[in-house]
């Protein structure tokens, strides 16, 4: 008993010790990951700095950030970066076509309309079985990849252009990144209305 109260009283001195030298407690708030400041045309983005530029090449791209797996996961996220002229063909085409991008089956998709300072952002969730590009492009060549979700961002600056923000991967990958997504163009989910296609 003496040896058990000897335990419990050093374990009681090293939390204390934890806590003195400035470990986080579970009443204390998670510090946001650190970010990285990113310049795309008249897109400044504050990135995550645990997401990393892709080596994957793609003319139609501003730039492709790898997304690192959420636990559980085998496969990282990816982020692809685009912009048009003439905004790209519309916000409620491109919604429906990333939309399309998943079976019909066991999909499920949300649409909200945000804000982001002096700018508007539509963003699309979908879930359910990817149709994933394999291939060049050009080839329009799939698989389906079931477990997938995605994040689809249209940001229109005050400027009036339009880049479209693409998120993709295993479901809990996206969705643990689903806030750093809106906080890297300045937006976040609370304020958000709902969207009809």
């Known amino acids: 008993m003496r040896a058990l109260q000897c335990l419990c009283l050093v374990s009681a001195v090293m939390l204390g010790g934890s806590a003195v030298q400035g470990t986080a407690t579970a ?21 995550p700095k645990t997401w990393s530029a892709s080596d994957v090449k793609n003319s139609m791209r501003l730039a492709t ?32 076509r990333w939309i399309g991008q998943f079976s019909p089956e066991g999909r499920k998709s949300l649409v909200k309309k945000g804000a982001a300072g002096e700018n508007e952002y539509f963003i699309v969730d979908i879930t359910g079985t990817f149709q994933k590009s394999v291939g060049p492009p050009i080839l329009r060549k799939t698989e389906p990849a079931p477990g997938y979700r995605m994040l689809g961002m249209i940001l229109v600056l005050k400027n009036e252009e339009v880049y479209f923000l693409k998120l993709t991967g295993p479901d809990a990958t ?16 609370e304020g958000e209305t709902d969207y009809e296609l």
């Not at 496969?75 to 085409?93: Q, R, V, Y």
């Not at 996206?174 to 989910?189: I, L």
């Open 27 to 47: 009443d204390e708030p998670a510090k946001s990951a650190e970010k990285v400041s990113v310049k795309l045309k008249d897109l400044t983005l504050a990135l």
């Open 174 to 189: 996206v969705k643990a990144q689903a806030e750093a997504m809106r906080e890297a163009v300045g937006g976040k989910s």
């Open 65 to 96: 950030y790898d997304i690192p797996a959420a636990a559980g996961d085998k496969e990282k996220g990816e982020l692809a970066i685009s912009t048009f002229p003439g905004g790209g063909g519309g916000i409620e085409p491109n919604l429906t």
